[in-house]
């Protein structure tokens, strides 16, 4: 038996030295020996505050963000002079902003910056007098306009590591947490043992393989099916019925078809290859390991032989009429439909019309979402300070209305670059040109060079993909993959001095933790899965908990640990994962179809966002499917006849009883359901149970074992198991062996186990990960 | 510890369960059914156009060049000292219903992005960190019941003060209220007797208090409260079955379903606040033919709802808010559709709100008039409305000034007499 140990995640000395482990040891600077067992050195704390650090926390936070900015943003009344500031929405704002009043500060008058003689209304300020002459924001600005002709650069760590004192989880419970993510199964006993050996390293070489497995890919394309939302058209011929009838005559082939079953089948075969295209790209490019960006770079899409058809292109083997399962619907080859200038998914029919436009929206929403999606950009969000509409007054306000400026002089060049592409998809590049009355077709500063035009699209691609905030919006989604939450955001609009300063550390650490992840994303041109296992091996995925710290900076790590809850998708893998049989019913994943929407998950239509934290109703489900999975998957592990092979009751019997007929404890019977206990919970939580825990969950079975036993003998309760629990019969439907058969339960450690099991199954460390 | 041992000992350390920058106060409550006030925020999502609806302003003639809108001025009703537009099922409503409507018209979002002024209407702040008025009110009265928030979507950011509940298929509920029974249906086939029911809720209790204790992340914490607070209406859920219609509204003005859930809710004691929504706002192309049904739609399902309410015999309950994410442009564009305009209305209705009122006023061309912050007379030098000042008069309304969580989410606008 096993020594009861409790499970005590191991504390990072500081953030440069905890975190960095993995990506520097990978890249040998390390020496690559470190194991997750020895004491990680203690950096020196400083005390230091660097100039970049006090213009965040006492200059930005304070005076700029909250003061300044209402007139020196793009929109303000000061946007035509020197100072103007960028607001939180913007990707770098802080590293911009920084520079900005850099150049400001040297301007000065009789030796005096004039950073300080405007605000104090000393010389003259269109704002008039904002701060008082030495006050306290005054005295933060003469310090910031010291140290800005000083720089102070603070070596190693500085006074406040907002990282010290924060607990890890184990590098094999990282390794459960992030497979389970991706690949929806357990590790192996060998992926285990190489991460006991290698530590972080390890779990980024198993990740590696795990990342070739098929369910990596589904749970990849399920990850951008939460950006894209394409999946709405995967339905019936949802997707088919999106295409022109006149551009594709052929859309419809399979109606030729006498047989209706058949004629059904090929038509979902047909539409769901349709209606996967983008998805199917964003798999196919990181599966081949390709550069990431040919997601909307790609000069093709990918056709079965199902769509290939409908389009009509050629060099697929076409359904002849047999049998329609013998050509593999997701057999997916790089083609071109004639004509048509492919971008990636965002030519994909699937996508323009899943973002489609109007005649006066003119392709404003799909730039919109492409900057969203794939350049981490908000464009609302530049738009959110007040605007009056009595000063909209102008011909042409999008053009000319600093208002409206703000947000269409970066949407209106992209949505130009839509031009070929028409409401409904189709691609009909307009004979008088675009919109005269908008801003050339662009990106950015660039315009879509002339003799481009008709490929406009192709050539936004590559401009998106040169851009450094494409980077920023993968690395975006796959933090938001792994721990189940959005980017905490730099915006400190409302938050008291004390919150602002607590959310910019916090922004300050996660811009650490993502530049370091998109530099490995740009040095493996491209790689995604690079991403993934930088994020992987990050806090945020690997935090547990904290010493105690005071309030201020426990609200910085606000962030840190991934404790989401799982998705309907998420927990319905996860369940099979764990005890082998998934929650159905009437043959349809019941997490899936019928609790989908009550769980908070998408249906990627109407029903768009998820919701990532429990109610009432989300309570019942989780207990439901606890006591159904514990009726089905308890007795079915007891059919099995090598302990061995159990998953989930390899350590007992159903004969082991915790007393014998006189009360008295049975030591040896009482060892092995312990010992149970203790895989339940490694295998259920991934957590390695103290002894309090184990306590808990024994007398859990214990008491209910009593109950049950001593109702059974009194005739209150039958000595058969519900019947609905049965079972009898092997895979196969064959009866099993007598002794195999889980029907009778006289012992009641079945039903015993059935709680214990409940109990596991309901508990936070399984429905949140 | 037992749930209102908990809840009050959260409430009473003024945190409760805690989110990085918002708080879930999770207060010590009465216990049974809720049968306060129950509020209902309906959303038209994409912008509405008020000058079509309660601020009407029509064009003298048919020669006007660019008319605000294609009715005549001549033709705007009037119900009481409501004014309306004469389309859509305005006359049939407002005549219906204008003894329990204020109007407050010349609301100015400050913003015509469609999330941002969704968030300013429905969390009364024009940045982010503010709850939904739903999770706001809701969490102030009835935080601890299963279905507190119902969303039906619209802005709905709940700040972890509570958590939102959307409604799948209602055929499910019985599954959902009973989940120790094999067979919904039969009280009999429960898997787990009573006295095991118990012991297992009892330990699940127990380990999430001892994982809670040992806990200091901010996120890690606030995922386990909210789960706590998530199990403690499990059997209340149960109450939900007995409301719920059999037959719910398949029509395609999709409130009235949604209204007919949220009073089921409401009447099982388990609801405080429901958003309601309803889209097809966003008319930037041929805006009469498309809005029009829209704002029927939104008529209808608000005449359903206090139909409904009164035939349940709830209506005194009611408190109703109708709003949008913004307005619409003066005047139409060349494709024959409006634009977006942050000048909006919103109304008022039910329990404690003086009927028959308008408050707030806009110029021929939809341009907001200042007041005077103590007649709301017009007033150059006054305050424009903003849409604050509305949460401020609902949070009195609801007895919620000065409460912990009005002092957490203070709202800087001033206090107007917008109830008299």
Redesign the interface.
Known sequence: MREAQAHKPRRAATRLVAWSLSTAALAGAWGCTATQTEPTPEPEVTGCVSTEAFFRDEVWAPILSTNCIQCHNPQGAAKDTDFVLQSAAQTGFLEANMRTIREVARFEVDGTSVLLLKPTGQIEHGGGQRIEPNGPEYQALVSLVAQLKEPIACAGTEGEDILAGVEYIEDVQVLRKVGLNLVSRLPTPSEEARVMQDGLPGVEAVLDQMMTEPAFYERLKEVYNDLLLTERYYQDTRAIDLLDGNDYPNRRWYNAEPDGTIRDKLAVMTNRAIAREPLELVAHVVREGRPFSEILTANYTLMSPFSARLYGVSGFAYFDGDDPDMYDPYELHEAQIPGVPHAGLLTTHVFLNRFPTTATNVNRHRSRMVYKMFLATDVLKLAERPVDPTQIQDHNPTLYNPACTVCHAVIDPMAGAFMNWDERGRYRPPEMGWNADMRPPGFGDATVPAGENTHALSWLAEQIADDDRFATAVVHTVFTALTGQEPVSGATDGLSPADAKARLQAFELQEEVFGAAKKRFVDSNQDFKAVVKAMAVSPYVRAANVDPVPAEREAALGWLGTGHLLTPEQLDRKIVAVTGYPWIRNNRNILLNEFRIFYGGIDSDTVTTRIDEPNGVMSNIAARMATEMSCLAVPKDFNIEDPAQRRLFPHVERSFQPEDDNGFEVAGAVAAIKDNIRHLHQRVLGEDPSNDELDATYQLFLETWREGKAAVAAGDLSVDVDYRCRSENDAAGEPLPEALRVRRDEAFTVRAWMAVMAYLLNDYGFLFE | MDRRDFLKAAGLAGLGIV???GVRTARAQEEGPYTGPFFVLVNAAGGWDPTSLCDPKGRANEEESDPMNYYFTGDIGQAGNIRYAPVAGNQAFFEKHYQKIMVINGV?T???????GSRHTWSG??????PALGAFLSASVAAS???AFISN?GFDETQ?LV???????TG?LS???Y??R??PSNEA?E???P??QA??QA??R???D??QE???????K???G??YV?????N??QRLTEFMPTDLDRSNNGLIRQAQVALAAYRAG?CASVNLSTGGFDT??DHDNRHFPSLQRITEGVDFLWEEAARQGIADKLVVVVGSDFGRTPGY???N?K?H???TSMMLMGQGVPGNRVVGSTTDRH??IALDPTTLAPSEAGVRIKPGHVHRAIRQLAGLTGSSLDRLFPIVEEDLPLLG
Do not use: C
């Not at chain 2, 958590?163 to 298929?169: C, N, S, V």
């Not at chain 2, 040992?214 to 890690?220: A, D, G």
């Open positions: 989110s990085p920058f100015d400050t913003t015509n992005g469609h999330d941002s702040r024009l940045a982010e960190g503010y019941k299963p279905l979507g972890g958590a939102p509940t959307r409604t799948g298929d499910s599954r959902i209220a989940p120790n094999l067979d086939s898997l787990f007797t006295a095991t012991r297992l330990a699940q127990a380990r999430l001892r994982m040992r806990q200091r992340l901010p996120r890690l606030k995922a386990m909210a789960l998530a199990r403690s209406g499990e209340e859920i388990v930037h192309g564009n060349a494709q559709g634009d305009w942050s000048i341009r907001p």
